[in-house]
């Protein structure tokens, strides 16, 4: 599942077109968000492989940190990336309302407490789902607000949820 997430990863960022299935609109995001996958705030870039008449599928990476510093205030930040794979559809003729549906993945890199009282990472990944209502001004400014339940080291259920600003090109 991972490498099929990298494969689509790899396939947005390089900018290859699935031909004549996508054609000049704007299908590309690069927003911000608070909460959601990276917990507490990240930077994701978004782009549209496969566009239909009213659905499209789109791929997406991030990276976000909770902290910058460490427990000893040296520069030592937790890292999050998550990755994940979207569909949207639109809600009406303008494609200015959509609701999306996503499954994803996030690595994460956090600085714990060893037990030798220094610092240790710990790397660990996290499953997620998400469906959210997105709204796009006319202005190629975007909003979303999304439920993003969250399968903490694929063991608890975390219920989250996550707000976006994005600018669409």
């Not at 609109?25 to 909460?35: I, M, P, R, S």
């Not at 599928?57 to 990336?81: K, M, Y």
Request: glycine share 6%; with cysteine; proline share 2%.
């Amino acid at each position: 599942m991972i490498k099929a997430f990298v494969f689509l990863m790899l396939i947005s960022i390089c900018g290859l077109k699935l031909r004549s299935q996508i054609d000049n609109k704007q299908k590309n995001q690069v927003y911000l968000e608070l909460g959601g996958p990276a917990i507490i705030a990240s930077v994701n870039y978004e782009r549209v492989l496969i566009q239909w008449d009213k659905l499209s599928i789109a791929a997406r990476i991030g990276v976000g940190s909770n902290r910058i510093v460490d427990f000893n205030q040296t520069l030592n930040p937790d890292i999050s990336i998550p990755l994940e794979v979207l569909t949207s559809v639109n809600l009406n003729s303008t494609g200015t309302f959509k609701l999306k549906f996503g499954v994803g993945n996030t690595f994460n890199s956090t600085v714990i407490l060893s037990s030798e009282l220094k610092t240790k990472r710990l790397n660990s990944q996290n499953g997620f789902a998400q469906v959210g209502l997105h709204y796009q001004l006319k202005n190629n400014v975007a909003f979303s607000i999304n439920y993003v339940p969250i399968l903490e080291r694929y063991q608890n259920l975390r219920n989250w949820v996550s707000l976006t600003i994005a600018y669409v090109f």
